[in-house]
């Protein structure tokens, strides 16, 4: 059986070519519905004889997938060959054609075969081809905002970047995001794998050696806010791994010979409390409740770099839609069951980004050197109600049912209050003033596109 999709690119063949050879293509264009994990690879870009090694879960069972780059001729094509895995056969040859000196053509040809025979073949060939067209759809879509963003600073230099939080949900998607664009990528963790820098906020142990020499650093790290149900304890465990680990980072920033220029700190909306119908902005005041203080507190830490870096950067988070982690992945089997719908009434407004603009206004910031507060939301919110209709239409699922604002707080505590039922009714205001262009600012085009649901009449 044979699949094949194309799409038009904004650049040439060779730069095309690149993009897909770099370090973090690979995962940039993996599909987030998808539950991929990279075991190993042998060899450097997309050399012949380059190995890859996948591991597939799907209803609870693994699969390992092995394939190898069988051909390759830069800037033209490469081919990459299933040795072992879920097919009888697979075999994807990638086709860069120019159409002039800034256009090419990407053309996706796969051979595939079913275990189990013709008959087995002939039966799931339409749900496969659906699979397929779903996926490099989604692919395409991503090759194409990447290479619009590579082009744009095509003359900058790679800059060096320390990402903390970088193996977590937004951290490693923005990692894969900055490799693919040719820029040099290390994590600030625990558990430092090569390259990486080590530190433990909770004994206040960083590895300043290895903190010289980086151009920005982003710090997302954090724990999850919806971990767990607060209590005293819990409180203070969020507390220390937002305002005391920026503080012992900005210390150490401090104190190295070669300082980044650019500091990007993680913060959020919960900043500004709960608003009711107020449209809030970045000049708008502090709200009230645990959110917004412990917000305050973690930005007044990011604040301190001021003092010694070119600039800082806070960024208020709103919920980041990708169905490869964070809120909208821990909805999706209640969704998909048909039983969601809305938190307690409804009303309350939730401030929304889909990942590709969280990545790409971040990179915009970081690129265009702004500094301060920035709201990275969409400008368009939703309420509760309105966002459980949309999901359920992209599902196309029922989302009628209702979690009552009592059954929350018993389940959840103070932060069914202040992270679920609170408004918030944000805008990007500096983000627009900057310029940034939200590539997916409607709720429904954000979720088709992680979702992986192919919009009636779209191409390519």
């Not at 490099?136 to 963003?149: A, P, Q």
């Not at 919960?270 to 009230?288: H, N, S």
């Amino acid at each position: 059986m044979r699949f094949r999709r194309e799409v038009l690119l904004p650049c040439s063949a060779s730069e095309a070519f690149d993009l897909h050879a770099r370090e973090g293509a690979f995962e940039r264009l993996a599909p987030p519905w998808d539950r991929l994990e990279i075991l190993s690879k042998t060899g450097t870009g997309l050399e012949k004889n380059s190995t890859i090694l996948l591991q597939l879960r799907k209803l609870g069972f693994r699969k390992e997938w092995l394939a190898v780059i069988s051909e390759c001729s830069d800037g033209v094509y490469f081919k990459d060959v299933q040795v072992r895995g879920p097919f009888a056969k697979w075999e994807h040859k990638h086709a860069f054609n120019g159409v002039d000196a800034s256009t090419s053509i990407l053309a996706d040809e796969i051979e595939y075969a079913l275990p189990g025979g013709s008959l087995v073949n002939s039966f799931a060939r339409g749900h496969v081809q659906s699979i397929l067209e779903r996926t490099f759809w989604y692919r395409h879509e991503i090759t194409k905002n990447d290479l619009v963003l590579w082009d744009r600073y095509r003359d900058r230099n790679p800059s060096k970047i320390l990402i903390s939080g970088g193996y977590g949900f937004l951290g490693s998607r923005l990692s894969a995001f900055l490799r693919a664009q040719g820029h040099s990528v290390a994590v600030l963790t625990r558990s430092p794998k090569n390259g990486d820098v080590g530190w433990d906020p909770a004994s206040g142990m960083v590895d300043k050696e290895r903190l010289e020499g980086f151009d920005a650093v982003i710090h997302l790290a954090g724990e999850n806010l919806a971990s767990g149900r607060w209590n005293d304890q819990r409180k203070t465990q969020l507390w220390n791994s937002r305002v005391d680990a920026t503080k012992l980072l900005v210390q150490a920033l401090e104190g190295v010979k070669r300082q980044p220029q650019t500091f990007i700190c993680a913060s959020g909306i919960g900043y500004y409390g709960d608003c009711g119908d107020q449209r809030v902005r970045e000049t708008d005041p502090l709200g009230t409740g645990f959110l917004a203080e412990l917000c305050q507190a973690w930005e007044a830490e990011s604040i301190a770099a001021e003092s010694f870096l070119d600039r800082v950067v806070r960024l208020r988070t709103g919920v980041v839609m990708d169905a490869g982690g964070g809120a909208l992945r821990e909805m999706l089997p209640l969704f998909l069951m048909g039983l969601g719908g809305a938190l307690g009434k409804g009303n309350q407004w939730m401030p929304w980004i889909a990942l590709e603009d969280w990545i790409g206004s971040l990179y915009h910031l970081l690129m265009e050197e702004e500094a301060g507060a920035c709201n990275l939301v969409s400008p368009n919110p939703v309420t509760s109600r309105e966002f459980a209709k949309c999901l359920g239409s992209v599902l196309s699922r029922p989302a009628v049912m209702s979690v009552p604002a009592p059954v929350l707080r018993l389940m959840l505590g103070e932060f069914a209050n202040e992270g679920l039922l609170s408004s918030c009714r944000a805008q990007p205001a500096r983000l627009e003033s900057f310029g940034y262009q939200f590539k997916y600012p409607n709720l429904g085009d954000a979720l088709n596109l992680t979702l992986g649901r192919f919009p009636e009449g779209s191409s390519s």
